[in-house]
T-cell receptor, first 111, second 123 residues
Framework: DAKTTQPPSMDCAEGRAANLPCNHSTISGNEYVYWYRQIHSQGPQYIIHGLKNNETNEMASLIITEDRKSSTLILPHATLRDTAVYYCIVRRLGGTYKYIFGTGTRLKVLA | GAVVSQHPSRVICKSGTSVKIECRSLDFQATTMFWYRQFPKQSLMLMATSNEGSKATYEQGVEKDKFLINHASLTLSTLTVTSAHPEDSSFYIC???????????????????FGPGTRLTVL
């Protein structure tokens, strides 16, 4: 599975949009982009995933570039409870189904 | 989404003892479960893949005789840390795959769910 690169940390003001980038330049055509987050001392929580189209759900939006080499997770109105480590993972459906976590981005939402 | 539980949530043991951690899928049958370890301020590291009714597949560098994994049913996998030492102190997290989840791809549906984690402290 392709590796991902994320900035180690970001700050965002409460109420503003948080835009978290992820680089996955070696992604293959059959690999999806998944986003999870981990709030301190808890298990990871699924946020969203996509293949090539932009996706939106009740938690976030996922923007994938046309060449699929990078993506951005958008939290439209960040709250203090969104403070967490956000992981971008690239994985193809099927196969071993295992996730390989990178270092993630530590997002701090400021009051 | 589906729920995965872990028990215990926190355990403290003496060096040299063995500790068993349970991972349960509460409302779905998980053909595959995964075990991760996470040290403070670090990312999750995959330890092994557990398939129901067969031997676990361990990642490179993980000692299979030290970290015993049993996946005896479709809703339960156990991780036993044998002869634990202080360096085994860590946050252990399991995840379970819902095979029905892959049938409904989309932005909101996911196929793999994580437990809340177990904090192991070896004195």
């Amino acid at each position: 599975d392709a590796k991902t690169t994320q900035p180690p940390s970001m700050d965002c003001a409460e109420g503003r949009a948080a835009n978290l980038p992820c680089n996955h330049s070696t992604i293959s055509g059959n690999e999806y982009v998944y986003w999870y987050r981990q709030i301190h001392s808890q298990g990871p929580q699924y946020i969203i995933h996509g293949l090539k189209n932009n996706e939106t759900n009740e938690m976030a939006s996922l923007i994938i570039t046309e060449d699929r080499k990078s993506s951005t997770l958008i939290l439209p109105h960040a709250t203090l409870r969104d403070t967490a480590v956000y992981y971008c993972i690239v994985r193809r459906l099927g196969g071993t189904y295992k996730y390989i976590f990178g270092t993630g981005t530590r997002l701090k939402v400021l009051a | 989404g589906a729920v995965v539980s872990q028990h215990p949530s926190r355990v403290i043991c003496k060096s040299g003892t063995s500790v068993k951690i349970e991972c349960r899928s509460l409302d779905f049958q998980a053909t595959t479960m995964f075990w991760y370890r996470q040290f403070p301020k670090q990312s999750l590291m995959l330890m092994a893949t557990s398939n129901e009714g067969s031997k676990a597949t361990y990642e490179q560098g993980v000692e299979k005789d030290k970290f015993l994994i049993n996946h005896a049913s479709l809703t339960l996998s156990t991780l036993t840390v044998t002869s634990a030492h202080p360096e085994d102190s860590s946050f252990y997290i399991c995840s379970a795959r819902d095979p029905q989840g892959g049938a409904l791809p989309g932005p909101s549906y996911n196929e793999q769910f994580f437990g809340p984690g177990t904090r192991l402290t070896v004195l």
